[in-house]
């Protein structure tokens, strides 16, 4: 009898095992580069450094003028909370999901400091940008643009 139980001790344990390596394979990573970007109509410069993004921009906003302002990314389990520093007091909080697919679902929080700038949740594919039109900087006569690419 000790042997039976035994024996049917070992192989929970085995079964516990097994399921919590199948669980740790389906886990995901995703990395989220964040881009934030001063958009304004004073003056016709477009910074080398958003190339990849110029006919974007061009085409959803209809300033003259776009300046990197920061850069920077995370690597976020999904699910799972990451957060990105852009600087100036600029922070991004992802939450990621999966979703349909291969389309990740992202929770995205937009601060500068402790005032909350956009709180919104996306369905996208990796490698498709999400371009967000900003609060505006009535001081610097601007906006500020946010742009995610999950890979």
Do not use: C
């Amino acid at each position: 009898m000790k042997s039976r139980h035994a024996l049917l001790f070992a192989a929970l344990i085995a079964a516990a095992i097994a399921s919590f390596a199948s669980n740790q394979s389906y886990a995901q990573q995703a990395n989220i580069e964040a881009t934030l970007i001063f958009a304004s109509s004073d003056g016709s410069s477009f910074d080398p450094a958003l190339k990849r993004y110029e006919s974007n921009l061009k085409r959803i906003f209809k300033y003259t003028s776009y300046k990197l302002q920061g850069k920077s990314g995370t690597r976020v389990s999904v699910p799972g909370k990451s957060t990105i520093d852009l600087g100036s007091g600029h922070s991004v909080e992802i939450s990621a999901q999966q979703s349909d697919g291969r389309k990740l679902r992202l929770n995205v929080r937009w601060s500068n400091g402790r005032q909350l700038l956009l709180n919104t949740t996306f369905n996208k594919e990796k490698g498709q940008p999400i371009v967000l039109g900003g609060p505006s900087a009535p001081s610097r006569n601007g906006n500020l643009i946010l742009i995610l690419v999950p890979r």
